[in-house]
T-cell receptor, first 114, second 111 residues
Framework: EPEVTQTPSHQVTQMGQEVILRCVPI?????FYWYRQILGQKVEFLVS????????KSEIFDDQFSVERPDGSNFTLKIRSTKLEDSAMYFC????????????FGSGTRLTVV | QKEVEQNSGPLSVPEGAIASLNCTYS??????FFWYRQYSGKSPELIMF????GDKEDGRFTAQLNKASQYVSLLIRDSQPSDSATYLC???????????FGTGTRLTVIP
């Protein structure tokens, strides 16, 4: 069964450092998403991406965050200057036809900011 | 602000019983409704979706939707210990290309 692949599975970074989280969506999917889940809390929407541009973003997705699809397979989330409160599990998701049809999530990257 | 509310639980049921999980949502224009299962430390896994009022059955799972009451539920028949997980309700709001998730209900099936 096709999978969404995320790397790394766990990243530890110092406060103020930049991190890039990587995702390889399912190959025929056209819609891509980033979510985060702080330990013990809900899965929160960050951003959606379609046709090489951001289609929607949440209040969480401020100027410290950016997304990119640098080639035909990767989808990345960059956090420019990490804060302690950025510590969370970050999930990438993709969908063939958009949110109306549900997503497939990747296995996640656990980001720990120290 | 789109809200999706779930009873956080925990909900405990004996093996073989029916587990009933409930969810309400605030956006009356919501069109698509999903149930995801999340094992501890893992990513959400889609188990059911429903678009129309009424019931939708898939194996041991039945999703129920009542748009007038803004209510979605998930029934799990013949619950198994492997069903022990957190169940997340997710809703696609009107005109939105993303899903809003509830906090999830933790289900424990006792052997």
């Amino acid at each position: 069964e096709p999978e969404v692949t995320q790397t790394p599975s766990h990243q530890v970074t110092q406060m103020g450092q930049e991190v890039i989280l990587r995702c390889v969506p399912i190959s025929n999917h056209l819609y891509f998403y980033w979510y985060r889940q702080i330990l013990g809390q809900k899965v929160e929407f960050l951003v959606s991406f379609y046709n090489n541009e951001i289609s929607e973003k949440s209040e969480i997705f401020d100027d410290q965050f950016s997304v990119e699809r640098p080639d035909g397979s990767n989808f990345t989330l960059k956090i420019r200057s990490t804060k302690l409160e950025d510590s969370a599990m970050y999930f990438c998701a993709s969908s063939e036809s958009g949110a109306n049809y549900g997503y497939t999530f990747g296995s996640g990257t656990r980001l720990t900011v120290v | 602000q789109k809200e999706v509310e779930q009873n956080s639980g925990p909900l405990s049921v004996p093996e073989g019983a029916i587990a009933s999980l409930n969810c309400t949502y605030s956006d009356r224009g919501s069109q698509s409704f999903f149930w995801y299962r999340q094992y501890s430390g893992k990513s959400p896994e889609l188990i059911m979706f429903i678009y129309s009022n009424g019931d939708k059955e898939d194996g041991r799972f039945t999703a129920q939707l009542n748009k007038a009451s803004q209510y979605v539920s998930l029934l799990i028949r013949d619950s198994q210990p492997s069903d022990s997980a957190t169940y997340l309700c997710a809703v696609n709001g009107a005109g939105a290309n993303n899903l809003f998730f509830g906090t999830g209900t933790r289900l424990t099936v006792i052997p």
